[in-house]
C-alpha cells in the first residue's frame, strides 16, 4: 500500500511548476515557428471541462494526441510537465497538435462520469479540429495512470459516447493503468484510492472496469506498462486476453521504467519514444511521415 502511495506523491509533487516556467522551457526548446498555445479552453460547462492546445501555425489535416492527466481521479491538472512538456517539444515540431485535458475529480465525479468528460473533450476536440488545421478523424487518446484508466473505460464502452455523435479516433494509448480490471482490484487487499473511487458496490466496480465494459469495436489499443510494478502489466495482459477474443488490437509494452517515468519520459529521444511512434504510425500513413520528421 505504501508503495501506492508514493506512486501518486511522485505524480504530483513534482508538477508544481505549472504554466509560466512550463511554458518558458518549451518556448526555449520550440524549433517550429509561431508556435503557441490556447488555454482553458471550454467543452462543458463546469469549470474543471477545460482544455489546452498546443500547435504550430499554418498546419493541415494535422493528426491530434489528446493527453489525459492522471492524479489518482482526485488530483492533477492537464498542464503538469510530466504530461505535456516532452511531448510537445517532440511531436510539435513533426506538425502534430496536442490537446490536453481537464475533467472533474473526486468527489464531485466519480470514473464512469469523469470518461464521460473525456467523451465531451472528444467530441468538442473533434468540432474544433478544423479551425486548428487538424483532421478530426486523426485523432489519438492518450492517458497516464488514472487517466489511462478513464481512455480505456470510454475506448470499451460505447455507452458512454452513444449520444455524442463522435467520429471513430485511430487508436488509444495507456500509460501504466493497473486498474483494467476493477472488480480484481477490489475484491483483493488494495490502496484506499481505490475505495475512494469506486466505492464498496461490486456493481459498480464492474461498470467502471474496462475489461467488464469491453465490447467488440474497441479502436486500436497500445498498453503500455511498467514491469517495475507487480499489478500494471498483468492486468493489461488480461485485457489484451479478452481483447483480442473479440477480434480487436491491443498491444502490451513493457518496460523497465517507474509509473512516472513512462509519463514524464515519453517524448524523449531513444527507444522507448521511438516504440510508442511505431505503435502511432501503424494507424495512419500520414501520422507516420509526420512522425519520421527530423528522424535519421
Known amino acids: 500500500m505504501h508503495s501506492h502511495l508514493w506512486i501518486l506523491l511522485l505524480i504530483l509533487l513534482p508538477n508544481v511548476l505549472q504554466a509560466g516556467p512550463l511554458r518558458e522551457r518549451l518556448q526555449a526548446r520550440q524549433t517550429v515557428p509561431e508556435w503557441t498555445v490556447e488555454h482553458d479552453l471550454a467543452y462543458g460547462p463546469a469549470p474543471e471541462q477545460r482544455y489546452d492546445v498546443y500547435r504550430a501555425a499554418n498546419m493541415q489535416d494535422a493528426p491530434i494526441i489528446m493527453l489525459v492527466h492522471g492524479g489518482g481521479w482526485a488530483h492533477g491538472d492537464k498542464a503538469m510537465d510530466a504530461v505535456v512538456e516532452n511531448k510537445v517539444a517532440r511531436w510539435v515540431p513533426r506538425e502534430l497538435i496536442l490537446v490536453s485535458v481537464n475533467y472533474r475529480l473526486l468527489p464531485q465525479a466519480r470514473p464512469a462520469q469523469q470518461a464521460r468528460d473525456i467523451a465531451m473533450a472528444l467530441a468538442e476536440v473533434q468540432r474544433q479540429a478544423p479551425r486548428w488545421g487538424g483532421d478530426p478523424g486523426k485523432v489519438v487518446l492518450m492517458g497516464h495512470s488514472a487517466g489511462a484508466h478513464l481512455v480505456a473505460l470510454l475506448s470499451s464502452d460505447p455507452g458512454i ?123 495512419d500513413v500520414q501520422l507516420a511521415e509526420r512522425l519520421e520528421k527530423f528522424n535519421e
Open 161 to 283: 459516447r452513444q449520444d455524442l455523435a463522435l467520429q471513430p479516433w485511430l487508436g488509444s494509448v495507456t500509460l501504466d493503468s493497473a486498474a483494467f480490471d476493477v472488480e480484481a482490484i477490489m475484491l483483493k487487499r488494495h490502496p484506499r484510492l481505490y475505495d475512494q473511487a469506486f466505492g464498496n458496490d461490486p456493481t459498480g466496480w464492474r461498470a467502471a472496469s474496462p475489461l467488464h465494459r469491453l465490447q467488440p469495436g474497441l479502436h486500436p489499443l497500445l498498453a503500455v506498462c511498467s514491469s517495475k510494478r507487480e499489478d500494471a502489466c498483468p492486468q493489461a495482459l488480461a485485457f489484451q486476453r479478452k481483447a483480442q477474443a473479440l477480434g480487436a488490437r491491443v498491444e502490451i509494452m513493457p518496460q523497465d521504467l517507474s509509473h512516472r517515468q513512462l509519463n514524464q519520459q515519453l517524448g524523449t529521444a531513444g527507444a522507448y519514444t521511438e516504440a510508442v511512434e511505431r505503435f502511432l504510425g501503424s494507424l
